[in-house]
């Protein structure tokens, strides 16, 4: 999971492009980067680790020159979180220079690698797959370009045959020297990508494609649409929209977890809003609660800031039970789930939250959080509350049990790693340290992100086991275990 945006406009998009990726940072705090073109085609790239505020300087934004340009914060899924040569954008010099992000995971990283090199004779520096990714589309291009200019039709024909070659969850946009900016999105629409414009003063338009409609807000950008499964938009260096189809059968299922955590309450993804998904999980939790829980065992729900906030107010709501808020968040420490390694995500809990002790001391306490996945975190927070007084605890997930890895990037790879893989929940409670342990059920979640809108499913691997793209296997899901813990 990473965040990606590009622009082209009428004017430098240095200070747009590093406005947008701070709206962007929650997606990834690993690593950031920043790529731009002057109209002649000299690119200028500026990326190192770290978050947005710190990975920039004045120097370097006087450094991005150019009308057209593309940004990304990181969460590695692939590659060292720690590498700076795994920090995103990716270039190629030929054909014509290519610049590129992406945001996804690519399952078939094993058979490209061999074919990059043994058929493509094309050498790679990194493990990324985004290296991968911005090679297979120079090949294709480079095959498919007949002469010297560049029409929009050969680049939608490369990336025809990129969706033939590469298999997972990709959300990619890339600049071309020259000739303009090319998003595209994997043929299931896993990972989200956005287009808006706006009028610039003399007339013409502006262009941004991204991860999340808040960054169109936040630059009064006007919502086109989502980049459709399978579909490549070219904007030209005139600022000319060009879009095909590039995929023989697409088919939107987007990645349930964009939803039910990884995504700002603020966004609208797929026509559906972040927020008003989140009540819905809140709204099918309070009865599944109801079920599962004596009466009278909860006296207050509390949110684990800030993505359960939604939820847990609409179970407090339906269950008549008092809202309350008992964890102080330091905004000043980033999110523990993405975290680079389990050691960091143990230490940073207790500086991340504080239990006010006030809200807690002899009372039955009912915890809302957005999803359990490793438990860590978890376990932690239950000891926090008993900690600071609580008379019992229960914790309750907006997300159903996450038994199985998630392969289409999110770090959940290993599943010894997952708590829920092969417990019965009292026995996940029981390794908690919680008095009771409630999960949301997987129709539950599908219904209230899908109510009202004109998506038809959703990927909940994770929780299903149900690999959307039919490419996954027992032995790819060795073979990323073996890897990760090599």
């Known amino acids: 999971m990473c965040g990606i945006v590009g622009m082209v406009g009428r004017g430098p998009v240095n200070q747009e492009i590093y406005d947008a990726l701070l709206l962007l940072q929650h997606r990834g705090q690993d690593s950031t980067g920043i790529a731009t073109a002057e109209p002649s085609g000299v690119f200028h790239i500026t990326k190192a680790r770290g978050q947005v505020r710190e990975a920039f300087r004045t120097r370097d934004m006087r450094s991005l020159l150019g009308t057209i340009g593309l940004g990304h914060v990181r969460y590695a899924t692939k590659g060292t979180a720690s590498s700076e040569e795994e920090a995103q954008p990716f270039y190629v010099n030929a054909p014509y220079g290519i610049v590129l992000v992406h945001n996804g995971n690519l399952t078939n990283t094993r058979e490209l690698t061999d074919e990059l090199f043994h058929k493509d004779r094309r050498h790679l520096n990194t493990s990324s797959d985004t290296e991968l990714l911005v ?172 993505s359960s906030r939604p939820a847990a107010m609409q179970v407090a709501r339906k269950l008549g039970i008092e809202y309350r808020e008992g964890f102080y968040k330091n905004r000043y420490v980033g999110r523990t789930f993405i975290m680079p390694g389990q050691s960091a995500r143990k230490r940073s809990v207790r500086q991340k939250l504080n239990a006010m002790s006030s809200e807690f001391k002899g009372k039955n306490v009912l915890l809302i959080d957005d999803s359990i996945v490793r438990g860590t975190t978890s376990k932690q927070i239950i000891q926090m509350a008993r900690d600071a007084g609580a008379t019992s ?36 409670a029981e390794e908690l340290g919680a008095d009771y342990v409630v999960y949301q059920e997987v129709a539950d979640l599908k219904a209230a992100i899908l109510e009202g809108s004109d998506v038809e499913d959703l990927d909940m691997s994770c929780f299903d086991g149900r690999y959307i793209t039919g490419t996954v296997t027992e032995e790819y899901l060795d073979w990323v275990e073996s890897s990760q813990e090599s």
């Open 393 to 428: 605890v229960t914790f309750a997930s907006a997300a159903p049990p996450v038994r199985y890895p998630h392969v289409y990037g999110i770090n959940m790879p290993t599943r010894h790693e997952l708590v829920a893989h092969g417990r019965s929940i009292p026995e996940i």
């Open 135 to 306: 090679n297979v589309l120079a090949g294709e291009l480079q095959a498919t370009v007949s002469g010297i200019d560049l029409e929009p039709d050969e680049i939608f024909e490369a990336v025809s045959r990129v969706h033939a070659r590469v298999e997972g969850s990709y959300a990619t946009i890339a600049l071309i020297a020259g000739h303009g900016l090319l998003a595209f999105r994997d043929p299931f629409g896993i990972r989200p990508l956005i287009l808006g414009t706006r009028r610039a003063p003399d007339g013409s338009y502006e262009w941004v494609v991204t991860s999340e409609s808040l960054v169109l807000e936040n630059g009064e950008f006007e919502v086109v649409r989502d980049v459709m499964p399978g579909e490549a938009v070219f904007i030209d260096i005139d600022g000319h929209l060009h879009t095909k189809q590039c995929a023989e059968d697409p088919q939107l299922v987007p990645c349930s977890f964009e939803y039910v955590y990884l995504a700002r309450p603020d966004s609208i993804m797929n026509g559906i809003s972040v927020y008003e998904a989140r009540l819905r999980m809140g709204d099918r939790l309070a009865d599944t609660i109801a079920k599962y829980t004596p009466e009278g065992t909860i006296d207050v729900v509390m949110p684990i800031p800030d």
